[in-house]
């Protein structure tokens, strides 16, 4: 690539703000303290009871909501970004080979650290409360990692309907064996009985948001994603890019859309008619922004997104490592607050829109710092 694409920045920033600030900051932290969610809006929005677990009368409603987007468009994005970040191995002189795997298995090997202390599996006593039953994967993370290396690996297949290919028995495997084994009751999951068949050999259990056999998912989502980072770097004129990935959108959307008539969407694991769905969605949302910023330049305004969106794995670490101590320096100051207007029963709210600018004004400084060694990149 011989600049950045802004609409990729830009979409991966929405969703981390989405993520971090919107929903577990002001809407879980703030307003839901103060107004909590008794409408069924708010319902879709938080308590995930869009689209629920096939489960007995009384059961509590899970499923995915809103929110619930967010996870799978990251996914998206880092195989979108993996196929953009490729070119650079590639010149005048050929494939290079040594490099690629260098920066593949560091960049894998981070965020699966990284995912693996959020969740405390070296038990450094991050977090108060009891200590998770199993972490060594069980983060958003570990998802981003399995999307990234498999994307990338993917990018070795030169050929795009291989690559499609692959992408779809990945996501077929999980599928079939997700039909043929158990059912889609918030117990009775495939994902669910594996997890906790293998966990529980290693001290853990089986939780709702399962890992095991969504791997093949997540590898096979990143694969596919991949393809739409190929069109955006392809020669192709710009308005003809944004109409292959819209159509590929809503094709993928609409695959989605008539298996839900027999398998419900389900985020927690990742059923086919959630994968295609939010795919589909995800690659519109990008030909969106991308007719926006990178054919119209209409980008006045969303200055935040785009930090966000180039910090993203910093913004994720203070959020996930330092709560505690971005609400202690929010608290300061807006300590007096309550005073001035009286009450303390919106206290909330100030205190999560002053860790946000907080969050906001360390990415500006992490970016600054980052940009005395070189751009930032994909």
Not at 300 to 326: H, N
Request: proline letters at 3%.
């Amino acid at each position: 690539m011989k600049k950045r694409l802004f609409c990729v920045d830009l979409l991966r920033g929405l969703d981390i703000f989405l993520l971090l600030v919107v929903n577990y900051g002001l809407m879980k932290g703030g307003f839901y303290k103060v107004w909590p969610p008794t409408s069924k809006l708010a319902n879709v929005l938080w308590s995930h009871a869009y689209t629920a677990f096939q489960s007995e009368p009384g059961a509590p409603t899970t499923g995915f909501g809103f929110f619930d987007f967010a996870q799978p468009l990251f996914v998206f994005v880092t195989g979108v970004s993996a196929a953009l970040a490729f070119s650079k191995f590639t010149g005048a002189e050929g494939f290079d080979r040594k490099a690629f795997w260098k920066r593949l298995v560091s960049r894998t090997l981070m965020l699966w650290t990284l995912g693996s202390l959020i969740r405390g599996v070296l038990t450094f006593k991050l977090f108060t409360g009891s200590q998770p039953s199993f972490c060594l994967y069980s983060d958003t993370l570990h998802t981003i990692a399995v999307a990234y290396f498999a994307a990338s690996v993917g990018l070795l297949l030169r050929r795009a309907w291989l690559r499609l290919v692959v992408g779809l028995v990945l996501i077929a495997v999980a599928a079939v064996v997700m039909t043929a084994f158990g059912d889609y009751s918030q117990h009775g999951n495939a994902a669910r009985l594996i997890d906790e068949a293998v966990y529980s050999r290693l001290g853990g259990k089986g939780k709702d948001f399962c890992y095991l056999l969504t791997t093949f998912t997540w590898a096979g989502m990143g694969i596919l994603a991949s393809l739409t980072g190929d069109v955006l770097r392809s020669d192709r004129a710009q308005w003809l890019k944004a109409r292959v990935i819209a159509i590929c959108g809503v094709g993928s959307f609409a695959l989605g859309w008539v298996i839900s008539i027999w398998v419900p969407p389900i985020r927690f694991i990742y059923t086919v008619s959630f994968v295609f769905e939010t795919l589909g969605l995800s690659a519109l949302l990008l030909a969106a922004l991308y007719v926006a910023t990178d054919i119209w330049n209409f980008r006045r305004g969303t200055w935040i997104f785009i930090l966000f969106g180039q910090c993203s794995l910093a913004a994720w670490v203070l959020m996930e490592f330092f709560p505690g101590a971005l609400t202690a320096a929010a608290n300061c100051f807006v300590s007096g607050i309550p005073k001035l207007i009286g009450t303390s029963r919106y206290q909330p709210i100030f205190v999560q829109f002053a860790r946000a600018v907080i969050l906001t004004w360390l990415l500006w400084q992490w970016r600054r710092l980052r940009s005395c060694g070189g751009p930032a990149k994909n």
